[in-house]
């Protein structure tokens, strides 16, 4: 047995799956048994490991452990706490799997997994055993588990060349470069055979069918030798990134790169598993590249889904997956090779004819004779494969099904052309009649593609042939210059056939490409404007659902989890599979749903909406077809979110700078509040306390004129302190909009009158002057209010202006309104802060009126005025200093009889 640990951890890439390389400090340590075949004691070697950690005191339980009848194994499972199995019924029949989310809830130090390339039944929550350990791993829980070493996805073609027997579990290879210890549990090929012949791997009759066939020496001998280099090899990465990640002096290998060449030729795989083999020696990064030419477009569904595939299966196998546009495939390859460096090509053998590639040559040739410094493998495929008609990147047109109206339209031009060229012939004697009918070849192409236009070719020919060649209205040709014309005809009625189908093609393509490019460009600038996020989230949707034809759903956080903001069709609500499967990618920030690794049972496929800050949300798509998205559509649909993602983030930012302004805005004001507080209050408090005590202590000593000046003082005090708080009062009524208005034709002059007869006390060191116009009509206000207002305005004035001014109060008619206006003879306001004064707590700091006031009287004004209907603005006097505050109501209306009253109620 050879047990090896992978040091140092944090030196070795980590895998592609939901077990982010952030996340590897806290996760589970993952120890791997791996052996040749099975029999070689892999599980027994797990347990009797598992049993001395839990003689050391770890926590350590049975996830699932299947012992296969054998009593040494069945022995050592008793020593251990076993989780019961969860129960599923698939297609009618009952079966047990390991109960992951009992494990969660259980959550031990260390489980113990066997069979990691198991593949769960459907209705489990990950398709593969090896993915549930994944998430084990990311809860921070400890794995031992089991596997063979033909369950290796790059080994899988390897091993069924060598057996005869291909394997369909399979882990992807990267599972290796999860472990953080691999131990090879090893067992000669000999000794195997003597356990299978005494019946301690499988039952006598069962043992002797495995020694015929999947268990002989030569097998069992290249099996060994395969894990032996496996695991070799994993310890050979190991020691260079040890040594990389030390600065240790060594002989570093020239960076190489690997690309591997797919098309829609199923044999792609195995040319995926070399190209994974080849780079795993090489210590190479390595590409899968699709090469989208003209034909691409001619590809059937099935072929367009074994592609979509292919490219998966290459992610998979920890390769990148790269599709681009071309036109000639060898020259593009080479291109994109060159441009990105690579040093190794993989290329299917070509299984086209000699005659076939003299006519329209051999990518294979092409990419040999020009590669240049790059080393290119051309690889054959198994003879067993599935057949195809075009394997690895073979660009040539294929039959597609046209509709026979195309071919009896192309039928019918040639006719057309047959008339044309007769009338021609009766009225002038053309020579070159035949350029009538490589017109209807022409139209033919353009209209309806290649094959129609063969068949218009050879069938003009004919009919040139018939009609106007001597002798006529037969197909005997006399004279041999007749028929190298028709020959010459011919070919020259193809290749423009054929060369314009080709650019129908290309002219297709680039309309196609150009319309998705027009509708993403109209897409970002659509995003680009929209300030809310629910009408963000409808353009979403409804971008996705009309480019990539299917239903859409974007889920985003809200305070109860994760909840449906936008649908199309519009959906409110979805049922437990899918809630299940968009709960997943939201917390691990992965696909879930139909068709990924999670959840593969949901109706849709959900993927995280993502910036390079983490998931902002979860859009899910749905579609009635086997194959969900193409590669091009997952490209397309990664650009869409995107650029969703992009526009929520701003839209939440903004949302974000909105509420930071808010919250120092609430800030300001509290501290206003805080200020003014403190020294509104207390200043008269200090005025009150004081006359009082004087009174108190001193009250006998005083003379009655001095008692009456200190109760006078503690009196004004208290009616300034009443009227701060009738003030905060006042603006606490207005922002929570408990003001009731009841509207009423009221005379101005009263109002005015109460108002000076409440302010006299601010005003006996002022002259106050009041000038209404003879004829000044009621006004439609609220006694109470308007009175209040007046009386802020009053004491704002008194507070604001030198002692011996006056302050004059005016009113008369403007058009419909009657405005009242209150001038005074302080130094006015700076323009810049005319509209400010009405903002709370704001106290202007210039010249006497630093520091004068609440801060609160102006604003209740502009609120109690707009409560009316009303509004108010401050200005400057024009012909010497002083402020003028205008406010403007509605007349009231001219009645007889009794008085109507108007009652609102402010929002």
Known sequence: MANLEAEPREGRPSPKSFLLEAERENRGRFKLFIGAAPGVGKTYEMLRVGRAKQAEG?????????????????????????????????????????????????????????????????????PKRYLDVQELLAAGIDIYSTMNVQHLESLNDVVAKITRIRVRETVPDNILELADEIEVVDLTPEALIERLNEGKVYVRDQAQRALKHYFSLGNLTALRELALRATAQRVDNQMLQYMQSHAIEGPWGASEQVLVCVSEDPRSVELLRYASRMAERLKAKWTALYIESL????????????????????????????????????????????????????????????????????????????????????????????????????????????????????????????????????????????????????????????????????????????FFVPPLYTFTIADPANVLALVFF?????????????????????????????????????????????????VVTYQIAAMLTCDVVVLLPGPDGLQVRAGYPPEDSLDAADMAAAEWTWTSNHAAGRGSDTLPGGKRLFLPIQTQRGAIGVVGINRERPTLLSPDERRLLDALLDQAAVAIERVRLAEDVDQVRLQAETERLRN???????????????????????????????????????????????????????????????????????????????????????????LVHHTTEVEL???????????????????????????????????????????????????????????????????????????????????????????????????????????????????????????????????????
């Open 672 to 762: 206003a509040l805080l200020t003014s507080v403190s020294h509104d209050l207390r200043t008269p408090l200090a005025t009150i306390i004081g006359a009082l005590t004087s009174l108190k202590s001193f009250g006998e000593t005083y003379d009655a004129q001095t008692r009456l000046e200190l109760v006078s003082s503690a009196q004004d005090e208290a009616e300034r302190l009443n009227r701060f708080v009738g003030n905060l009062l006042d603006m606490t009524r207005l922002e929570s909009g408990g003001i009731s208005v009841k509207l009423e034709s009221i005379d101005l002059g009263d109002a005015i009158g109460v108002a000076l007869n409440r302010a006299r006390p601010m």
């Open 295 to 466: 034909r691409h477009s001619l590809l059937s569904e099935a072929q367009r889904d074994t592609i979509a595939e292919t490219m998966r299966m290459a992610e998979r196998l920890g390769g990148e997956a790269i599709t681009i546009p071309g036109e000639r495939v060898a020259d593009d390859v080479l291109v994109y090779a060159k441009a990105n460096n690579f040093t190794h090509i993989v290329i299917g053998k070509s299984e086209r004819s000699r005659w076939f590639e003299m006519m329209h040559g051999s990518i294979v040739y092409d990419l040999v004779r020009r590669s240049e410094t790059i080393s290119v493998h051309v690889i054959a495929g198994e003879p067993d494969a599935p057949k195809a008609k075009r394997t690895s990147l073979e660009t040539q047109a294929a039959p597609i099904a046209v509709r026979p109206s195309a071919y009896v339209v192309s039928a019918l031009m040639v006719g057309i052309a047959v008339g044309i060229s007769y009338l021609i012939a009766r009225v002038v004697a053309l020579p070159n009649l035949s350029l009538v009918f490589l017109t209807a070849v022409l139209f033919s192409a353009l209209r309806y593609g290649l094959w129609p236009s063969i068949m218009a070719s050879l069938l003009s020919v004919a009919s040139y042939n018939f």
């Open 773 to 907: 116009a003879a004829d000044l009509p009621m006004v439609k206000a609220d006694f109470v209010l308007l009175e209040q207002v007046i009386f802020n305005l009053l004491d704002n004035a008194a507070k604001y202006t030198p002692p011996g001014t006056t302050i004059r109060i005016s009113g008369q008619v403007d058009g419909d309104a009657i405005e009242i206006a209150v001038i005074d003879q302080g130094e006015g306001i700076p323009p810049q802060s005319l509209e400010a004064v009405f903002n709370k707590f704001t106290r202007l700091q210039a010249g006497d009126r630093k520091g004068a006031g609440t801060g609160l009287g102006l604003p209740i004004c502009r609120g109690f005025v707009e409560a009316m209907g009303g509004t108010i603005f401050a200005g400057n006097r024009q012909d010497r200093s002083g402020a003028i505050f205008t406010i403007r109501l509605e007349k009231a209306p001219a009645y007889s009889g009794s008085q109507t009253q108007a009652e609102a109620h402010v929002p």
């Open 58 to 126: 770890i926590d350590a339980v049975i996830g699932v452990v299947e012992t296969h009848g054998r009593a040494e194994t069945a022995a050592l499972v008793q020593a251990f706490e076993t989780i019961p199995r969860r129960k599923l019924n698939y297609k009618g029949r009952d079966t047990e799997e390991m109960d992951l989310d009992a494990i969660l809830a259980r959550h031990p130090q260390l489980v113990l997994v066997d069979e990691l390339a198991h593949t769960n039944a459907e209705g489990s929550r990950h």
């Open 490 to 538: 011919l070919i020259a009625a193809l290749v423009v056939s054929n060369l314009t189908a080709q650019k129908q093609r290309q002219t297709q393509s680039m309309a196609a490409r150009a319309k998705t490019t027009a509708e993403l460009y109209a897409f970002s600038r659509k995003v680009a404007g929209i300030g809310s996020l629910d009408d963000l989230m409808w």
